[in-house]
C-alpha cells in the first residue's frame, strides 16, 4: 500500500489531517505510531480548527523533520516549502479554510471537532488532500 493510500485510509479512519499524512510515514519514523499521533493531534483543522495551513501539509512537515533527523534546520525548511509549494500548485492553496470554502463548504474555528459520519467524508475534499499530500512527501523523500 502506498503512502498516499495509508493517508488516505487514517484519514477515512478518525484521523485528521495532520495525523493521517505523518502516520502514513510512521514506518520510516523512530517513534511509536500512537506518539506521532498524539503529537500532530493539534495540527488538524489548519491549526486547531483555526483553519490556516493545511493539516496534510503541517502533519507532511512534522514527518519531514522526524525522516530527516540529520538535515539541518535550513535543509528542513527547504524540504517543506517544497512540499507546500507542490501541495499548492495542485490544490489551489494550502490554506485550510480556503481548500474547504472552495469545496463549498462553510468553515468555523469553532474547537469542536466535527463528527465523522458519512455525510462528514462525502462533502469535505480532505482524503483527497491528505492522499495528495502523502504523495507528494513520498516523492520529495525519494529524492532526499
Known sequence: MSASERAKEYFKEGCNCAQAVALAFADRIDLPAESIKRA??????????????CGAV??????????????????????????AMRFKEQNGSYQCGQLLTGAGIVTDKSPQAEPRTEGYYKKRPCAELVACAAEILEQIVEEG
Do not use: C, H, N
Not at 500532530?40 to 495551513?53: D, I, N, P
Not at 502533519?59 to 533527523?69: D, E, K, Q, R
Open 58 to 83: 503541517t502533519g507532511g512537515a512534522v514527518a519531514l523533520g522526524l525522516i530527516f533527523p540529520e538535515k539541518s534546520k535550513s535543509e528542513i525548511y527547504a524540504l517543506v516549502q517544497k512540499l
Open 40 to 53: 500532530t493531534v493539534a495540527l488538524g483543522g489548519g491549526l486547531g480548527r483555526l483553519r490556516e495551513t
